[in-house]
């Protein structure tokens, strides 16, 4: 391959660097996405794969609670094809988080529809009779593989470049960006994206940079659903809370373990029984049902070496620039990356003396997809 020149490059195809890759060409810049894998190949992936409305974090955290509510009715106004019709219940007891919970709802402009036990129970004949509130919330499922790939199709009609199946074997910054060599070829570039998630050190340390990141371990368990719909246990958020349905299958989750990086990841051999004994005072049969697989996912999380709990760790999506021009993208939570790449987009813009706008917040050409459950 030649030598390319581009304004940006974005190192990493997953749901944040597909989503700056269209927002970026889009503005008119030059732009090329390279992927050590395939797209969506990654931690994207291996998710609940769940657009969060937002009450998860009402309580803990208000502002990604309200983020990701205005990020679900974008996601699900542009991207109908790709986003489930069916939205998830919360269901718990009423105690002061549950009371507090729903009245930072209402303020925060979350969706949280109290729903009447009795049809409930009707419609959900496993739910467990000592339920106390259920609230229908924005929480649905989206079709990560295609939301990656509808990005990059979008992005590669603009005039953007995606290169698959690519290592990244060098990076040298130069007087005006940075000189990439990679196993197709050598690339300049004014600016670049790291959208690695959990590899994103493994990118930093080719400009000998480190990112002080936390690695949360999350494992799924995929057995056979009690529920037509997905459920949320509506408490103080821990291990085990979320039953994703897709079709026909529970994807329970998550633990949450610190690892020293993604090459440590593997399901803990406890996993299985604690996450079935964790969500069974919601759906008490679901200790009677084995699961046919499991997976695990890595989480990147700004933090140091003294944290032994992650999920006190933000799970907004932030961007670390370091160096000038070098844009790291740290995100918590795959219902945020288009926000986040809008930011991202945002500062390069800006830097080039621009005035060009987002506009992936209003604008999505319509594709043809199958809806996800």
């Not at 303020?107 to 009707?122: H, P």
């Not at 288009?338 to 005035?355: M, N, Q, T």
Request: with cysteine.
């Amino acid at each position: 391959m030649k030598h390319n020149a581009y304004d940006v490059m974005i190192i990493g195809g997953g749901v944040a660097g597909a989503a700056a890759l269209r927002d970026l060409s889009m503005r008119g810049l030059t732009a090329v996405l390279i992927e050590k894998r395939s797209i969506a190949g990654g931690s994207s992936f291996a998710s609940h794969q769940n657009l969060v409305g937002g009450m998860r974090y009402v309580v803990k955290s208000p502002d990604v609670a309200k983020k990701c509510a205005q990020e679900n009715r974008i996601l699900s106004k542009t991207l109908p094809e790709l986003v489930g019709r069916s939205l998830n219940y919360f269901v718990g007891f009423r105690d002061d988080y549950v009371e507090k919970a729903l009245d930072q709802a209402r303020s925060l402009s979350v969706k949280a529809e109290e729903i009447d036990l009795k049809e409930a129970f009707k419609e959900i004949p496993e739910l467990s009779r000592d339920i106390e509130v259920i609230v229908e919330t924005d929480d649905r499922n989206l079709d990560v593989r295609a939301f990656c790939n509808l990005n990059c199709a979008e992005a590669k009609r603009e005039g953007a470049s995606v290169f698959e199946n690519t290592d990244v074997v060098s990076i040298k910054c130069t007087a005006r960006g940075f000189k990439v060599t990679t196993s197709r070829g050598e690339f300049t570039a004014n600016y670049i994206v790291n959208a690695t998630g959990p590899w994103l050190n493994s990118v930093c340390q080719k400009i000998d940079v480190n990112i002080p990141l936390v690695y949360s371990q999350g494992t799924i368990i995929v057995q056979k659903s009690l529920s037509p719909r997905g459920l949320q246990f509506l408490h103080e958020p821990s291990d085990g809370d979320a039953y994703i349905v897709h079709n026909g299958e529970a994807w329970l989750g998550t633990t949450s373990t610190v690892v020293e990086g993604p090459e440590y990841a593997r399901p803990e051999p406890w996993a299985e029984e604690y996450l079935k004994e964790r969500f069974s005072v919601v759906l008490p049969k679901i200790r009677e049902i084995g699961s046919h697989r499991k997976f695990v996912g890595v989480r990147a999380l700004l933090g140091d070496d003294s944290v032994v709990n992650s999920r006190t760790l933000s799970r907004d999506s932030i961007f670390h620039e370091e160096p000038e021009d070098f844009l790291n993208i740290v995100t918590g939570k795959l219902t945020l990356a288009r926000l986040v790449a809008e930011k991202v987009a945002d500062r390069i813009v800006d830097r080039e003396g621009s005035k060009t706008r987002c506009r992936t917040h209003i604008e999505f050409k319509p594709l043809e997809a199958s809806v996800p459950s």
